[in-house]
């Protein structure tokens, strides 16, 4: 029943809904993503590098900090696992595919992040609340898309959020430095549910430090490996470029485009990495305390950019050097790929330095999803009179532990199932809302 279900709801149908739904916010904000990106780039990077986006805000916090909660959320085990499962699948020029697929989903990013600004509501404790939920209910007048988009975040959050990140963390932990499930379980839990307890700020607070170290850590080892190979840089690359237009090469680079956070059932069983089109991003953004909704909507697409065009074609090139041949002739499955990959240039280090990788980047999903579950349990709260946001950190401290502990192959389907919901309401309220999305109207 759920292989059949996950067939449905990830047809080949989706894959065309997300592009579409990119395609339409590029035209709106006259692809700013690309012909903007001096901008966009000035007003993200540049402002962290001048130190002018890290401090924390009265209420809310700074554009820089929500960007790393978003970035804990999309930077994941797929980010290393995933694509090496998109070239298995697809060949090598499903790269190519990912690419274009980043370039029209950081529109859709920057318009669901706009609109996630314009409608959010403060809380009772005085945060903000942010999400598809509330431009559902307020500005597409759907309260029960509203209500099924909340609902399917919080179970999305106890699979994909919790479970499967915290197998993917014991699986790390196992195989490369002989820790024990159980032992890993606990650590976790217990890691978790301090840095839960002191709430939002806490949380962005760990993500700010902890997402920057961990996609540096892993964008110099995989800068290292394609140095090591550089030889094989430009056969890769022509490979990619080449490989790009065959049938098989297009269906796996879209349907597979950055699959996040973890392996999923071969490119079928993913989701977006940036998670473009699932609403996250607004979720995650809404904290942020700025002037016009309009330079949130720019982080998100610095969000898009590096954990797709960065992290994600890192991650290619690094196993396309080091391969030195078509992927597809290889016998591996996506994990075991990416550490060959990094263990023929790093030696018996290099599986090591993945599966520290992944232990970071699934912790940091852990900590970001649980924000977005309880985001949307304050919402439903607020609808069914439940004390749903009291039980919740208790029932996700639980699914955590019980993911270190076993295989999560059901969970993994279902979790695919609800991401795919979620996506549902969310691009049919950015549709009905587009026009209400802006291209920035002047620089910063």
Same mark, same amino acid.
């Given at each position: ?190 890691? =978790? @549910?301090? %840095?839960?307890?002191? *709430?939002?700020? &806490?949380? +962005? #607070? ?6 920057? $170290? !961990? ?35 297009? =269906? @796996?680079? %879209?349907?597979?485009? *950055?699959?996040? &956070?973890? +392996? #999923? ?6 989701? $977006? !990495? ?171």
């Amino acid at each position: 029943m759920l292989r059949f279900l996950h067939h449905i709801v990830w047809g080949p149908g989706t894959p065309v809904l997300f592009l579409a739904v990119g395609l339409f916010c590029s035209i709106r904000i006259c692809f700013f993503q690309i012909f903007g990106f001096r901008r966009w780039w000035k007003n993200t990077v540049c402002s962290i590098l001048r130190g002018g986006e890290r401090g924390e805000k009265t209420a809310g916090f700074s554009p820089f900090q929500s960007a790393c909660t978003a970035l804990a959320a999309t930077i994941g085990t797929g980010n290393i696992s995933g694509v090496a499962t998109a070239l298995l699948a697809g060949g090598p020029g499903a790269i190519f595919w990912m690419w274009v697929s980043a370039l029209l989903g950081m529109a859709t990013a920057y318009a669901e992040t706009e609109l996630g600004i314009r409608y959010r509501r403060r809380g009772r404790n005085g945060d903000w609340l942010a999400g598809p939920m509330f431009y559902l209910e307020y500005g597409a007048k759907s309260s029960i898309g509203a209500f099924l988009y909340a609902a399917f975040c919080i179970l999305a959050s106890f699979g994909m959020g919790s479970m499967v990140q915290a197998n993917a963390i014991s699986e790390a932990m196992r195989f490369s430095f002989g820790v024990p499930a159980l032992l890993t379980g606990v650590i976790l839990s217990l890691t =978790a @549910g301090v %840095i839960l307890a002191g *709430g939002a700020k &806490r949380i +962005v #607070r760990t993500a700010e430090r902890l997402v920057p $170290f !961990s996609a540096i850590l892993y964008i110099a080892a995989a800068l290292m490996i394609v140095f090591r190979f550089r030889e094989n840089l430009p056969a890769a690359m022509r490979m990619i470029i080449t490989d790009a237009f065959s049938f098989r090469s297009a =269906a @796996g680079g %879209i349907t597979g485009f *950055g699959v996040s &956070r973890c +392996v #999923r059932y071969g490119i079928a069983r993913g989701v $977006f !990495s940036n998670e473009a089109g699932l609403g996250s991003l607004a979720v995650l953004n809404g904290g942020a305390e700025e002037g016009a909704p309009g330079l949130q909507g720019q982080w998100a697409i610095f969000e898009v950019f590096i954990d797709t065009i960065v992290c994600c074609t890192l991650t290619a090139l690094a196993i396309l050097c080091a391969a030195g041949t078509d992927p597809r002739s290889l016998t591996c499955n996506g994990a075991e790929l990416t550490g060959t990959s990094f263990s023929r240039g790093f030696g018996p280090a290099g599986g090591q330095i993945v599966s520290l990788c992944t232990a970071l980047f699934a912790f940091a999903t852990i900590i970001a999803w649980y924000y977005m579950g309880k985001q949307s349990a304050a919402y439903l709260e607020e609808k069914t009179r439940l004390r749903l946001p009291a039980l919740y950190p208790a029932g996700y401290l639980l699914a955590v532990f019980i993911g270190s502990l076993g295989q999560m192959e059901q969970v993994w389907t279902a979790s695919d199932i609800f991401n795919g919901l979620m996506a549902i309401p969310n691009l049919a309220a950015v549709m009905i809302l587009i026009r209400q999305v802006k291209r920035p109207p002047s620089d910063r």
